[in-house]
């Protein structure tokens, strides 16, 4: 029987060739109608035999393109129109669908075989893609997904390339940035004094040669541009470090190929699948003893974060065998935006000697993205490339509502009916490039899902560059707490709208009595929540300066801790430090710009200082990295050692409070009687687990109309110990454990709690 359908497909539905499969699928089942690219969807109009009819909207959702994501498919039966063929028709920019736009995606399997083949007119061509892969979201300067709509409108296709776009049977169909040597961008490599060295493929060879020579070349990828330096070169590394202003921190690698990550470090299944994907993110890994990189590579580090190449102009880097390994960190000097603009090359020439662009312009920047594997499961650190703009869905009323996180690996969210966009990886917002990095970012989200906003959430530190932004966007806002925000990030990001108990162990946070929080357990939901236990505060004398400098922290609690013999405890602990240990003991027993604090990240902090880890920090959360690193050293399935003593007792307020002087006084004695490093380190990640799986089920036990459910969130629990150890010593006692799947447990995910907790204070829900 002849019938006709009306189907409306949502989702990541554009850019990703879905009309070319919706054509192919048409004219496999004989049937006739039109397909047209909608903002955010893909409407379909299909006419013929009912059978084939109902085939075809199975195999919609069985065998959509890779790259697709359905998120809602609609059918309807309407009366036919008698169409004689199937076409597809241009797009409208006329819906209330979602726009749902593809991430950028690693260059495919297809397009390799193409690139590698001599008799094919793309062989080795920088920009080769389709509609599987190639640049998407950071090309795209407005929606719907078309050519005349990003960078590469004025690149006019050659006819070849036109062919293949209007070839609804061809995978190129509507593949936007399509390109070809002929008429695609061209690559061009300059010396550091902007005079022109190399055009086209002999750019690309002369850049090869100078980085096997030790040189520093910047290269322009899909969001910025890299720095890249041979990384086996211990003085090059060395160089780059000191021109970026970056002493410590570490340093990515690209590696050739999968076999050379096998060589350089440990690999799972698990782990090469997540190199191997779509999204080609850096994947934290830890180095093998054997054929290791420089020591300069990842300092006082056993892991090291690296990535396979994602574009084809990454793959022509590593022919001819000059190259096995690159470094390949944002061009950005420490503390600003990543470049990528062309007008900012001048900035460039401060830090390499050559660099390698194009000139397809780059309208949004995106840093790549870092993640680490646990147990099967994805842990993100940064959430950029490959998973940006990518949204989530919600159960919650977020329409119209915006968050602008915190202050560190800032993030933005975006509410939209029933969805919510996570921006990118931004990074510190503590200056003014920054500031207006964060700002291009967000009005272009906002213009892009075309917002109406009504209300503003921020973190309620009155000194964030965020809360001074939100005075400029003259709506109603909300201040939330936030560890708060944590605790409801996690909650979002696995579905949860009951109460739970949040254990938030963090970095730094402005609490509710105008102290430092970071060490919490909060029981409560989106509307409100309830602080029942916490860390006991101790001075930091000196304030953020404390940040960067650990053994101040230490200082400050053994002053705090024995008032009467601290400083010489402390001159034993930090020799040479006398005069600054007296202005310290006067500071902490004045309370001069000393503020109170009970936070995870700098109890690792202290230790870290205390055991000579890391006395100075030269990046955000060194000391607790270095003492992670000798935990995760250990194998899995070794036995927890001994925990070190510590109490818990009630505060003035009638909370929980732990107490771990007597920790920390064992530790002092240990190292001072020289015990081995590693065994003390071992019993201080000990005690902070016993002491949390402890005080949870304390409080389960005092409030036994609570859900016995937990979930881990917060920045120290990208210590990969303590959120597996915590998470099955508390399953073991019954306990539900969640952790977060979509975005950081660091500051990266901070929006989406914030986002969740306003709009529920928004709209009274």
């Not at 916490?534 to 004398?541: F, G």
């Not at 150890?725 to 952790?739: F, G, P, R, S």
Request: glycine letters at 6%; one cysteine or more; charged letters at 25%.
């Amino acid at each position: 029987m002849y019938k006709a359908l009306e189907i409306t497909v949502s989702g990541r539905v554009q850019g990703v060739g879905f009309r070319p499969f919706l054509y192919s699928l048409a004219k496999q089942y004989q049937l006739t109608g039109i397909v047209q690219n909608n903002f955010g969807s893909v409407f379909i109009h299909i006419e013929g035999n009912e059978p084939n009819l109902l085939q075809m909207v199975t195999d919609i959702k069985r065998e959509a393109p890779p790259l697709s994501k359905i998120s809602d498919l609609q059918v309807q039966a309407v009366s036919p129109i008698h169409y004689k063929d199937f076409t597809i028709v241009p797009s409208e920019k006329s819906s209330n669908s979602l726009p749902l736009v593809s991430s950028d995606a690693a260059i495919c399997d297809k397009c390799m075989e193409e690139w590698r083949d001599p008799e094919n007119r793309r062989f080795h061509h920088p920009f080769i893609n389709c509609t599987q892969c190639g640049p998407r979201y950071t090309i795209i300067q407005d929606l719907p997904y078309d050519r005349i709509h990003t960078t590469m409108k004025d690149f006019q296709m050659c006819p070849e390339c036109q062919k293949e776009y209007e070839d609804p049977s061809n995978r190129r169909h509507h593949a936007q940035p399509i390109c070809c040597p002929s008429c695609g961008p061209k690559l061009t490599l300059y010396d550091c004094n902007n005079k022109q060295i190399a055009d086209r493929q002999d750019a690309v060879t002369k850049a090869i040669d100078f980085l096997a020579e030790g040189k520093i070349v910047a290269i322009k990828g899909i969001g910025g541009y890299h720095l890249a330096c041979d990384a086996y070169q211990g003085a090059s590394i060395k160089e780059l470090r000191v021109r970026k202003g970056r002493p410590q921190k570490p340093l990515a690698v690209m590696a050739k190929s999968i076999e050379t990550v096998q060589r350089l470090c440990n690999l799972s299944k698990e782990e090469e699948k997540m190199l191997t994907g779509t999204e080609k993110p850096i994947v934290v890994l830890t180095e093998r003893k054997v054929d290791s990189l420089p020591e300069s590579l990842s300092p006082e580090l056993t892991s090291v974060g690296v990535m396979l190449p994602y574009t084809p102009l990454h793959h022509l880097l590593f022919e001819g065998g000059k190259l096995d390994c690159l470094v390949m960190t944002s061009s950005n000097l420490s503390g600003l935006p990543i470049q990528y603009e062309e007008n900012e090359l001048e900035k460039l020439s401060q830090v390499c000697d050559f660099y390698l662009t194009h000139n397809r312009p780059i309208y949004l920047p995106l840093d790549d993205s870092v993640v680490q594997l646990e147990n099967s499961e994805t842990r993100y650190i940064r959430r950029a490339r490959g998973f940006v703009p990518e949204p989530f869905p919600t159960k919650r009323d977020v329409d119209q509502v915006i968050a602008l996180g915190g202050q560190q690996k800032n993030t933005f969210a975006i509410g939209k009916q029933n969805h919510i966009w996570v921006g990118p990886h931004i990074g510190d917002i503590e200056n003014e490039e920054m500031i207006q990095s964060f700002e291009n970012q967000l009005e272009h989200f906002k213009g892009w899902l075309d917002l109406d906003l009504e209300v503003l959430a921020v973190d309620k530190h009155p000194q964030y560059s965020t809360s001074f932004l939100a005075e400029k966007m003259n709506c109603p806002v909300i201040s939330v707490q936030h560890h708060h925000a944590h605790h409801v990030s996690c909650m979002e990001d696995n579905n949860l709208t009951s109460p739970t108990l949040g254990l938030i162990l963090d970095g730094t946070g402005y609490g509710e009595d105008s102290h430092i929080w970071g060490f919490e357990f909060l029981y409560g939901d989106a509307s409100s929540f309830e602080r029942a236990a916490h860390l006991t505060y101790t001075p930091l004398p000196g304030g953020e300066k404390c940040v960067k400098e650990p053994w101040r922290i230490a200082t400050g609690m053994i002053l705090h801790y024995w008032p009467n013999d601290g400083k010489e405890i402390a001159e034993r602990l930090f020799p040479g430090k006398q005069k600054e240990l007296s202005i310290i003991e006067q500071m902490v027993f004045r309370g001069i710009n000393s503020p109170q604090a009970g936070s995870c990240g700098r109890l690792f902090d202290a230790v870290s200082a205390i055991l000579g880890v890391c006395h100075t920090s030269t990046y955000e959360g060194e000391a607790a990295v270095k003492l992670s690193d000798y935990i995760m050293q250990l194998p899995e399935n070794e036995a927890i050692a001994h925990p070190y003593p510590y109490r818990l007792h009630e505060d003035k307020a009638g909370l929980l409070e732990l107490d771990f002087s007597p920790m920390i006084q064992q530790i002092i004695e240990d190292k001072l009687t020289s015990t081995p490093k590693m065994k003390i380190i071992q019993r201080f990640h000990s005690t902070i687990v016993k002491s949390c799986v402890d005080t949870v089920l304390i409080l389960f036990e005092k409030r036994p109309e609570w859900n016995r459910s937990v979930v881990l969130s917060g920045g120290s629990f990208q210590n990969l110990f303590l959120a597996r150890e915590i998470k099955n010593q508390l399953q073991k006692q019954k306990v539900k454990v969640y952790t977060h799947k979509k975005v950081p447990c660091n500051d990266g995910g901070l929006s989406l709690g914030q986002l969740i907790i306003a709009a529920t204070k928004w709209n009274g829900s």
